[in-house]
């Protein structure tokens, strides 16, 4: 399960930076089931997942509700520490947007929350409990909520409809294919753009064509001897739409990064579209062909160095 991932990954990291000083890692892992708990603890002293020198490692057996507002009030209080929240609940009634909110407000954390969305599309047309009711209610009025065609139909409103909730974070979702058209997806939320940045470029190296997620298999799929070439069609008509207002570099790489995609694929449309934009200095130089300065460097040191339009 997640907690083995975690610990094993926390712990070859760890070890393979001994030397340096990359502080501590502690764990605090929440399941209402004693018995998960118990047989966590048991796997994790056999497989000798865990050290002091690591940091601390703590178990509760406490609701998902009350484990929240302790995290909350924790994150809260943090300095200079960093949070990483995985939610992986066992249905979604008790989920909500607004407690999302809460862990992401101190700016010093991010999430991951898995959602069975296949199992909430299939009651999203008739038959939607009240626990989905609910669920959608808080996003957008449920009699405005857009049906949904398919399961990834599902999740990609989903992921829209969270984005347009939390305007200030950035959001996405990577899908994970179990069998034949039964997609389950996981939600990233960040208050960073970086952290976001690096989450995008892991994602796209896992699906180098969609960049929306994982299958079973996948790699004996017919296909994948072929070139995998990044699908950017719906992303260009999006930043064509975008560009019909003069934006600055950094604009177009915080635009690029709300979408789900990675700058080399924001890159590769300008260069296509070079013969019908405007392209101006803040400073009055000449631009130069094929720079487009859409980078986490040049958003962070530079990011009006040169705005953009389509002629």
Not at 91 to 107: H, T, V
Not at 114 to 129: D, H, I, S, V, W
Not at 196 to 204: G, I, N, P, Q, V
Not at 227 to 247: G, I, Q, S, V, Y
Request: proline share 3%; net charge neutral.
């Amino acid at each position: 399960g997640s907690p083995i991932i975690f610990l094993e990954t926390i712990k070859n990291t760890y070890f393979a930076h001994r030397n340096k000083s990359i502080g501590k890692f502690n764990c605090l892992f929440n399941d209402f089931n004693r018995n998960k708990i118990e047989k966590l603890k048991t796997i994790v002293q056999e497989k000798k997942l865990h050290y002091s020198d690591i940091g601390e490692l703590n178990y509760s057996i406490e609701d998902y509700n009350d484990v929240l507002k302790s995290v909350v009030n924790e994150i809260n209080q943090f300095k200079n520490e960093k949070a990483f929240v995985f939610i992986d609940p066992y249905g979604y009634k008790d989920i909500r947007l607004k407690d999302i909110s809460q862990l992401l407000k101190s700016n010093k954390s991010e999430v991951l929350l898995f959602l069975p969305t296949q199992f909430m599309f299939r009651f999203e047309k008739k038959g939607a409990p009240e626990c989905l009711l609910e669920f959608i209610n808080e996003i957008v009025p449920f009699d405005e909520w857009p049906k949904s065609e398919t399961g990834i139909d599902f999740i990609e409103k989903l992921t829209e409809a969270f984005r347009n909730s939390l305007p200030n974070y950035f959001v996405d979702s990577f899908i994970i294919t179990r069998e034949l058209n039964q997609f389950f997806c996981l939600f990233f939320f960040t208050s960073h753009i970086y952290g976001f940045d690096r989450m995008l470029e892991s994602k796209w190296e896992l699906d180098e064509q969609e960049g929306r997620g994982w299958q079973i298999n996948s790699e004996n799929n017919l296909f994948s001897i072929l070139e995998n070439k990044a699908d950017t069609h719906k992303f260009e008509n999006k930043l064509k739409k975008f560009l019909e207002h003069e934006r600055t570099n950094g604009e177009i790489y915080m635009f690029t990064l709300k979408n789900g995609h990675l700058v080399t694929h924001a890159t590769d449309i300008l260069r296509k579209l070079q013969d019908v934009l405007n392209i101006n200095t803040f400073d009055g130089s000449k631009p130069r062909k094929n720079a487009f300065y859409i980078s986490w460097e040049n958003y962070k040191k530079n990011p009006s160095k040169i705005k953009i339009k389509i002629a």
